[in-house]
T-cell receptor, first 117, second 108 residues
Framework: GAVVSQHPSRVICKSGTSVKIECRSL??????MFWYRQFPKQSLMLMAT?????????EQGVEKDKFLINHASLTLSTLTVTSAHPEDSSFYIC?????????????FGNGTRLTVT | SQQGEEDPQALSIQEGENATMNCSYK?????LQWYRQNSGRGLVHLIL?????REKHSGRLRVTLDTSKKSSSLLITASRAADTASYFC????????FGQGTRLTINP
């Protein structure tokens, strides 16, 4: 079945450094990918929509200069957390629709646990 | 916020019992989806019910939808320890908005 691969699964970094998270669609092309953030025992909050060949669309309150998104190809989107701070520590999850239709089911990566010390 | 609400927030039952989770949403929908999340993992799509459907089954899962009440329920029958997870409803046309989720614990 369709799979979304996310890497790394865990990362620990120091304050002020940048961290890149990769999200790849395996066996299917994803012109759109979604990046979510999840705090412990809470729901997923959409951060941004990654669009292949164009700029990402950010949700209200999400700093685009801090969370850089690059949709380099039809199978790869990256999220870079720049100048990370402890409050950026969270669980980041990417997803992609298998079928490019509005409201179609999403396939999720296994998430990246980011800890900023 | 378009985010829906789910109840209960947490549910703990014995293996073999049925588990029911409810979801309410605020806007009109084309469809509503249910997802499962094991601890520390990504989400897995369970079932999608369209706005013109009232009930849908998939294995031990049964989903109902009442668009007049803007609510949906997920029933897991004959629960197993492996069903322990968080369950989320989600809706949205261009981008999915997730409910708060129900943390389900199945006790052996």
């Amino acid at each position: 079945g369709a799979v979304v691969s996310q890497h790394p699964s865990r990362v620990i970094c120091k304050s002020g450094t940048s961290v890149k998270i990769e999200c790849r669609s395996l066996d299917f092309q994803a012109t759109t990918m979604f990046w979510y953030r999840q705090f412990p025992k809470q729901s997923l909050m959409l951060m941004a929509t990654s669009n292949e060949g164009s700029k990402a669309t950010y949700e209200q309150g999400v700093e685009k200069d801090k969370f850089l998104i690059n949709h380099a190809s039809l199978t790869l989107s990256t999220l870079t957390v720049t100048s990370a701070h402890p409050e950026d520590s969270s669980f980041y999850i990417c997803s992609a629709p298998l079928v490019g239709q509005q409201g179609s089911p999403l396939h999720f990566g296994n998430g990246t646990r980011l800890t900023v010390t | 916020s378009q985010q829906g609400e789910e109840d209960p927030q947490a549910l703990s039952i014995q293996e073999g019992e049925n588990a029911t989770m409810n979801c309410s949403y605020k806007t009109s929908i084309n469809n509503l989806q249910w997802y499962r999340q094991n601890s520390g993992r990504g989400l897995v799509h369970l079932i999608l019910i369209r706005s013109n459907e009232r009930e849908k089954h998939s294995g031990r899962l049964r989903v109902t939808l009442d668009t007049s009440k803007k609510s949906s329920s997920l029933l897991i029958t004959a629960s197993r320890a492996a069903d322990t997870a968080s369950y989320f409803c989600a809706q949205g046309a261009q981008k999915l908005v997730f409910g708060q989720g129900t943390r389900l614990t199945i006790n052996p």
